[in-house]
Nanobody
Framework: QVQLVESGGGSVQAGGSLGLSCVASGDTHSVRCLGWFRQSPGKEREGVASIDTDGWTTYTDSVKGRFTISQDNAKNTLFLQMNSLKPEDTANYYC?????????????????WGQGTLVTVSS
């Protein structure tokens, strides 16, 4: 079992930046992929970015060129740097971990989830 705790959410104006962090604990040696997801009211939870143990990254189209996912393996920490934020980026952001050997943005592939952190972008 892997426990995940996010931090770093907050409020920012459009065009601004925020950084999210997620610390993993527990059976972290089983993790093959880490991802960031987001969910806004009335919408499905969607994959934002993922990174595998080799550092290979995947992004959903709407955040490419604006968001960067990274990890510090020594500290079991996942990051999401968000730049040029837009009001449509407003959502609860969740960190997730997968023990599968492939890394996707499909939420069904992830086994462990954090509690979420709220990001609000005002126009």
């Amino acid at each position: 079992q892997v426990q995940l705790v996010e931090s770093g959410g907050g409020s920012v104006q459009a065009g601004g930046s925020l950084g999210l962090s997620c610390v993993a604990s527990g059976d972290t040696h089983s993790v093959r992929c880490l991802g960031w997801f987001r969910q806004s009211p009335g919408k499905e939870r969607e994959g934002v970015a993922s990174i595998d143990t080799d550092g290979w990254t995947t992004y959903t189209d709407s955040v490419k060129g604006r968001f960067t996912i990274s990890q510090d393996n020594a500290k079991n920490t996942l990051f999401l740097q968000m730049n040029s934020l837009k009001p449509e980026d407003t959502a609860n952001y969740y960190c997730a971990a997968s023990i599968n050997s492939w890394c996707t943005l499909a939420r069904g592939e992830y086994n462990s989830w954090g509690q979420g952190t709220l990001v609000t972008v005002s126009s």
